[in-house]
Structure formats: structure tokens, C-alpha cells
């Protein structure tokens, strides 16, 4: 039998970073998504190996259940009903069963979803011999959450197929998983997500798999229904980083400076707050939302402002909120920073049929493509447009 999940990417319309430290933040799913396959081998395959398939890399690793048994059985049994932390220890011997795999230099950040994918698929499957395939429509490494939707979806797979979810697969097309068993995805999600972010505060698994609007604070989520439709232009930098790099350099300003870092995360911590009552307040006319969206701007700025004051900025980032400012357009960095992705509100008062940007390029803005939560993308025009 084989089975599919997917599960959507994110954008963090305010919050980030200093969500780690307790402050809340407001997020979106983006119909972007991570698929997987699951396929379990038969007798008659005759095939005892665990292979992962990295469709667009693209890459395929091969272990024998024997070697991972012999490696992981050193340190202890993974396999488990409940999410469990991968240990110091697990980690170890893990990482020596994707060394064996040689990654090349160039794709070795891959080695940390690698990783995860072996702790996940142990500690919810055990031993079986399986192919998995994956597939992404998000760019990874660039604040757009693929690795909490690679997280998600496999876990979703792994549980579609375990004892511990009750799907119905009598009928054809997608099944979705009830509460109980969404929240066990996303607890087993984020025990990936930490192998891959090392101090993840669990808001990118958790708009991933809950789906929608969230606002997530000290481990709780609340679900934001919008009143406003928002349209939000996403500019990718193609400049390459790591969430878990960037993480742990505002932990350590945070180390040196906790004063001064304990009165930006509280100033975030505010942002986040009146952004998400605005998001839901009613808008009864035109004039409402023209207010609402210039507050939503006015708060973007000054949640960037806080993120160069964390240090996660970046030269790129500056380009593009430069050039959309000229446009009297507010933009803010998305997800870890550093590069990645950038977004920008387009509001209702400004008519996108054509909008002239970068150097009198034309940028076509209609279609844009409907996302989840009220929220529009345009993902990946800009890519090719945008030099540094
Ligand atoms: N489809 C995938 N296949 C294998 N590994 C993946 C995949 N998607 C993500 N990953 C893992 O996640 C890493 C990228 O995660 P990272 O958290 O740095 O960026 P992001 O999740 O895209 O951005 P952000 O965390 O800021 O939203 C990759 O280097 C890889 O290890
Ligand atoms: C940078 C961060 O705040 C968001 C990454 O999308 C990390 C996290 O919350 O886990
Ligand atoms: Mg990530």
C-alpha cells in the first residue's frame, strides 16, 4: 500500500525569532507544499533496504534495515508511541548513517532533514524496508517553512500508516486527519524540526499543520479568523541561509545583551498582538481597511526595525525593502532572515494591474494565487528579476 501526505509552507507575518524567546507571532499557511509517498516493501519485492528519494535534488539515499538496526540498536530502541526527543546520543548515530550516504558538499545542509527523516521514520515505523519519496514546491532554506512542511508531511505519511491514526482509506482522494491525530503529527513534527532548527518554538509546524491563519505563543496556538483579505507580494532573495544558524546568533545577542533583547521582544510580543486584533476586527467599509492596512504596514516597519536589532537582516533584505519603499510599498523579512524570502503588503488602495518596479521592469501582478487565510502570493516572478 502506499500512502500520500502533503502539507503546506508559511509565511510569519510578524513575530519571528522572537517567538523562540516567548513573544507571540502571527502566521499563515501559503499553498505551497511538501509531498510525500510512503510505500512499505512486500515479501515478493524482496528489497530489505530503507531508501529515501529526494525527487528534485535529485538524490536517493539507500541504508539496509540491517545497518540501521546495528547502529541504532547501540544506543537504545527509537521506535515509540508517543513524540520522543532524539537524544545526543541517537543524534550521533544517526549522523554516522547519513555520512555513509556521502551527500555532496554542495547539498550538505540536506543532512539535517536527512536526519530527521531517519529519527522520524524509526521512532514511528520501526524497521521496515520502505521507499519514500519526496517532492517540494517550496524553496528550502529561504523562511518559506520547508522544513517544518517536510516535518509535517512526513510525519502525516508515517502516521497514516502506523497503529496510532485511525484513517478511513475505504474511499478515493484525500483523507484528513481528525484532532487527536493532527496533533500528534505535529508533536511528532516538531521533534523533526528540532533535529533540523536545534530551538525551534514550534510555530512552523504548527500553521503547517493546523493549516490557516495562527498566532502562536509560548507553545500555545490560537486561530485567527481574518476579516480582511490581505495580499502579500513574496520576494525571494535566492540568497541561501539556516534557520538554525540564525537562531542560535540572536540566543547569543541575547546572552550578551538580556536587557536590551528582554525590551525588543516585548516590543515584537506587542506588534504581534495588535496586528492579529486588527487581522480580526470586522471591517465594515472601504475606509476601515484602507486604516487597517496602513496600521498592518506601519507595524511590518517596525517589526523589521526589531529584526535588524536581532541581527537577522541582511544586504539583500535592504534591497528589496528599499526598492518597494520607493513604491511606498512596507515590506518585512519572513521566516529566519539572513536572506530568504521578503514580504511586502500590497494594499487595496493601490490597484496592482501592472506595477513598474526594479528599474522599470514590468511586473504583471494579476493573476495573483490565492492562498490560504485571505492571503495572496506572488511567489517567484521577482526571482529571476531581482539582481544583487
Ligand atoms: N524537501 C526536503 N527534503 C529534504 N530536506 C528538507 C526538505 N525541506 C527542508 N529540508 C531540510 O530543512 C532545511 C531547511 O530548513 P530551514 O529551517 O533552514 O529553512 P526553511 O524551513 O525553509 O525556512 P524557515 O525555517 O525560516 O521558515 C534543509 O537544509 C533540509 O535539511
Ligand atoms: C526564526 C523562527 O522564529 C521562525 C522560522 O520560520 C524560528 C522558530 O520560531 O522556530
Ligand atoms: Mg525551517
Not at 495580499?231 to 532573495?237: A, E, I, P, S, Y
Amino acid at each position: 500500500m502506499e500512502v500520500r501526505a502533503r502539507a503546506p509552507g508559511k509565511i510569519i507575518l510578524a513575530g519571528e525569532h522572537a517567538v523562540v524567546h516567548g513573544s507571540a507571532a502571527v502566521a499563515a499557511s501559503i499553498n505551497l507544499y511538501t509531498h510525500v509517498s510512503l510505500r512499505f516493501h512486500s515479501i515478493s519485492d524482496n528489497d530489505h533496504t530503507l531508501k529515501l528519494h529526494l525527487k528534485d535534488m535529485p538524490l536517493e539515499f539507500s541504508w539496509s534495515i540491517e545497518r540501521i538496526k546495528e547502529v541504532l540498536q547501540e544506543v537504545g530502541c527509537p521506535f515509540s508511541s508517543t513524540p520522543t526527543t532524539c537524544t545526543p546520543e541517537f543524534i550521533k548515530s544517526i549522523a554516522a548513517l547519513v555520512i555513509e550516504q556521502n551527500i555532496p558538499e554542495a547539498k550538505i545542509g540536506l543532512a539535517s532533514g536527512v536526519s530527521a527523516f531517519l529519527w522520524l521514520y524509526t521512532c514511528i515505523q520501526g524497521f521496515k524496508p520502505a521507499t519514500v519519496v519526496i517532492t517540494s514546491e517550496l524553496p528550502l532554506g529561504s523562511g518559506l517553512g520547508s522544513s517544518a512542511s517536510f516535518c509535517v508531511s512526513l510525519s502525516a505519511a508515517l502516521l497514516a500508516l502506523s497503529d496510532s491514526a485511525s484513517l478511513d482509506f475505504s474511499h478515493q482522494g484525500w483523507s484528513v486527519f481528525g484532532e487527536n491525530e493532527l496533533e500528534l503529527v505535529n508533536k511528532w513534527a516538531f521533534e523533526g524540526e528540532k533535529i533540523i532548527h536545534g530551538k525551534p518554538s514550534g510555530i512552523d509546524n504548527s500553521v503547517s499543520t493546523f493549516g490557516n491563519m495562527i498566532k502562536f505563543k509560548s507553545g500555545s496556538l490560537t486561530r485567527l479568523s481574518s476579516n480582511m483579505p490581505l495580499k502579500m507580494l513574496v520576494t525571494n532573495t535566492k540568497v541561501g541561509r539556516n534557520t538554525k544558524a540564525l537562531v542560535a546568533g540572536v540566543s547569543e545577542r541575547t546572552l550578551r545583551h538580556p536587557d536590551a533583547m528582554k525590551a525588543v521582544f516585548n516590543a515584537v510580543d506587542l506588534i504581534s498582538e495588535e496586528l492579529s486584533t486588527i487581522i480580526q476586527s470586522p471591517a465594515p467599509d472601504e475606509l476601515s481597511i484602507t486604516e487597517k492596512e496602513e496600521k498592518l504596514e506601519e507595524l511590518m516597519e517596525m517589526n523589521q526595525g526589531l529584526l535588524q536589532c536581532m541581527g537577522v537582516s541582511h544586504a539583500s533584505i535592504e534591497t528589496v525593502l528599499r526598492t518597494t519603499l520607493k513604491y511606498k510599498l512596507a515590506s518585512k523579512l519572513t521566516g529566519a532572515g539572513g536572506g530568504g524570502c521578503v514580504l511586502t503588503l500590497l494594499p487595496t488602495r493601490i490597484h496592482f494591474q501592472i506595477l513598474f518596479i526594479f528599474g522599470g521592469i514590468i511586473l504583471v501582478m494579476t493573476p495573483l494565487i490565492s492562498i490560504f487565510s485571505h492571503c495572496m502570493l506572488l511567489y517567484s516572478m521577482m526571482n529571476s528579476m531581482i539582481k544583487y
